[in-house]
């Protein structure tokens, strides 16, 4: 079992930077695919990044890919995301996800975080 906890949400202008953090409760941490998935009004969740349990293998959306960057600390039970050059368009929910596998992980992970907005105003 894993418990997550995100944080780091805000109010953005566009062009501008923020980083997200999810704190992960529970001694299996290192052995779980940990991912980030956000939810835009009126649209359906979707997936935006996810990180091998070493932190070797990266994995991004088209929509973030060169702009966003997942990464993760072990030893702290933490995920980031690094998101850069923000746009109006990244204005969602993000949540904090994680599985035991990448292919879980990436569409239907069993368990996530409660969510964190992130506005990016134009």
């Known amino acids: 079992q894993v418990r997550l906890v995100e944080s780091g949400g805000g109010l953005v202008q566009a062009g501008g930077s923020r980083r997200l953090s999810c704190a992960a409760s529970?001694?299996?941490?290192?052995?779980?695919?940990m991912g980030w998935f956000r939810q835009a009004p009126g649209k359906a969740r979707e997936f935006v990044a996810a990180?091998?349990?070493?932190?070797?293998?990266?994995y991004y959306a088209d929509s973030v890919k060169g702009r966003f960057t997942i990464s993760r600390d072990n030893a702290k039970n933490t995920v980031y995301l690094q998101m850069n050059s923000l746009k109006p368009e990244d204005t969602a929910v993000y949540y904090c996800?994680?599985?035991?596998?990448?292919?879980?992980?990436?569409?239907?992970?069993?368990?996530w975080g409660q969510g964190t907005q992130v506005t990016v105003s134009s």
């Open positions: 996800a994680g599985d035991r596998t990448i292919g879980l992980a990436t569409s239907n992970p069993n368990y």
């Open positions: 529970g001694r299996s941490f290192s052995t779980y695919v």
């Open positions: 990180i091998s349990w070493s932190g070797g293998s990266a």
